[in-house]
Nanobody
Framework: QVQLVESGGGVVQPGESLRLSCTAF????????MAWYRQYPEQKREMVAT???????NYADSVSGRFIISRDNAKNSVYLQLNSPKPEDTAVYYC?????????????????WGRGTQVTVSE
């Protein structure tokens, strides 16, 4: 059973940096795209940042230039560095692994999710 376990959430003041970690179990992340999403109360999850197996990254406009996603395949982990967080970054942050299964007709995609970690940015 694939498991993703997030850690590192908490309460920080605006501008105080925080690093989230996600470690995968029962799967090696090296060949998979990894991502961080976040969810506000009663809203859909939104993409925060993605990182490909080769290390290419993509960010939501709202966090670009402030957050940094990275991965350490040897540790089977992905990270999200939250720099200069703002109150509007307060949300539950989820780790995601995308598993693509190509076939001659189409590519199937499975998504695995962690349980989430709460980040609160408040004075």
């Amino acid at each position: 059973q694939v498991q993703l376990v997030e850690s590192g959430g908490g309460v920080v003041q605006p501008g105080e940096s925080l690093r989230l970690s996600c470690t995968a179990f029962q799967i090696e992340i090296g060949n998979h795209e990894m991502a961080w999403y976040r969810q506000y109360p009663e809203q859909k999850r939104e993409m925060v940042a993605t990182i490909t197996p080769g290390g290419a990254t993509n960010y939501a406009d709202s966090v670009s230039g402030r957050f940094i996603i990275s991965r350490d395949n040897a540790k089977n982990s992905v990270y999200l560095q939250l720099n200069s967080p703002k109150p509007e970054d307060t949300a539950v942050y989820y780790c995601n692994l995308k598993w693509e299964i190509p076939t001659p007709r189409q590519t199937y995609v499975n998504s695995y999710w962690g349980r989430g970690t709460q980040v609160t940015v408040s004075e």
